[in-house]
């Protein structure tokens, strides 16, 4: 691995497509996003079919969403994907510190949105919105709590990848880990994008 | 590997980092949601209307998200194109199946 490191000991320009084992880490990636499409894909087609199966007397999406707080959960997550990309442009250019530290506020970004998915759905289980209330909540609950739990995932992941980084170091084995890691959060965004115009605005909208 | 990259290439490479395309995709991809939230929440418009252009945003914004930030605008994703297509194409298949095996 030391070979592919230039001779003055800097990383290639491009660390995680220096070796073939970090080119087919992002390839095998993508084909886990396709997978991983699908999932969701299945996950807003059960949504969609009973969206109107409300029930009689539960809230319906139109009582029920606050924009408000899905228009702050949008802008945070989306912000969180733009520092995740200068987490990458600061690998490219093989300024580690920085690198981390907008590795640091990504996390703290989906920490954020995590602390407000729980605060909604705690309130709507208040309103009388349940997991088992009716064909909406569940397929609802399924969804939004599917992301959510991804969400959280990419906060243990990146969480555990900064203190790897703070280990060993920004090499050729590491780089191609938070490339990829990078690429989920952005998948996590565009799921995310789907979520707050199929599920929201649309069940605003009615 | 490295090797062979020229010195032109690296320097070509080099020409495309730089923060500013970002922000202007992180401005885009703000300005598609800003759209989609005012639209529904100025109410009293047409919902075919409104539920068109919500799915246009959503579309602009993946391809902001996708094209920009995952890189898929650059050489070199041919496969990823496909993959991720494949993926879409089954998606649509599942969503309209599901819609009418259920209220057909």
């Known amino acids: 691995m030391s070979g592919h490191t230039h001779v003055d000991g800097h990383l290639p320009h491009e660390p995680e497509k220096a070796t073939l084992e970090g080119r087919n880490k992002v390839l095998g990636f993508w084909l886990f996003l396709g997978g991983e499409t699908v999932l969701f894909g299945t996950l807003f087609s059960a949504f969609l079919a009973l969206r109107h199966q409300v029930g009689d007397g539960?809230?319906?999406p139109m009582e029920l969403f606050d924009l408000k707080i899905v228009a702050l959960a949008t802008f945070i997550l989306l912000t969180s994907s733009l520092t995740s990309v200068f987490a990458i442009q600061s690998m490219h250019t093989n300024k580690v510190k920085p690198m981390i530290w907008w590795l640091i506020i990504?996390?703290?970004?989906?920490l954020a949105f995590l602390g407000l998915?729980?605060?909604?759905?705690y309130h709507y289980v208040h309103?009388?919105?349940k997991f088992s209330t009716s064909a909406f909540s569940t397929s609802f609950y399924t969804l939004v709590g599917f992301h959510g739990a991804h969400v959280f995932f990419g906060v243990l992941w990146i969480s555990i990848l900064i203190a790897q980084i703070f280990k060993k170091g920004l090499n050729v084995v590491t780089a191609p880990k938070v490339y990829v890691a990078g690429m989920y959060w952005h998948f996590i965004?565009?799921?995310w994008v789907f979520i707050f115009t199929v599920v929201y605005l649309m069940g605003k909208v009615g | 590997m490295a090797n062979q990259h020229s010195a032109a290439e690296e320097k070509k490479h080099h020409k495309h980092e730089g923060p500013k395309k970002h922000i202007i995709a992180f401005i885009f991809s703000i300005l598609l949601t800003v759209i989609a939230f005012a639209m529904v929440a100025a109410g009293e418009i047409n919902t075919t209307f409104i539920y068109f252009m919500l799915v246009l945003m959503a579309i602009l914004q993946v391809f902001v998200q996708m094209g920009f930030w995952m890189h898929m605008k650059d050489r070199g994703h041919v496969f990823p194109i496909?993959?991720?297509?494949?993926?879409?194409?089954i998606?649509?298949?599942i969503v309209i199946m599901a819609e009418y095996w259920a209220w057909w």
């Open chain 1, 58 to 60: 539960n809230p319906t």
């Open chain 1, 106 to 110: 990504t996390v703290l970004f989906g």
């Open chain 1, 117 to 121: 998915e729980i605060y909604e759905f």
């Open chain 1, 127 to 129: 309103e009388g919105h």
């Open chain 1, 189 to 191: 965004d565009v799921v």
């Open chain 2, 82 to 89: 496909v993959g991720i297509l494949s993926g879409v194409v």
């Open chain 2, 91 to 93: 998606v649509f298949t």
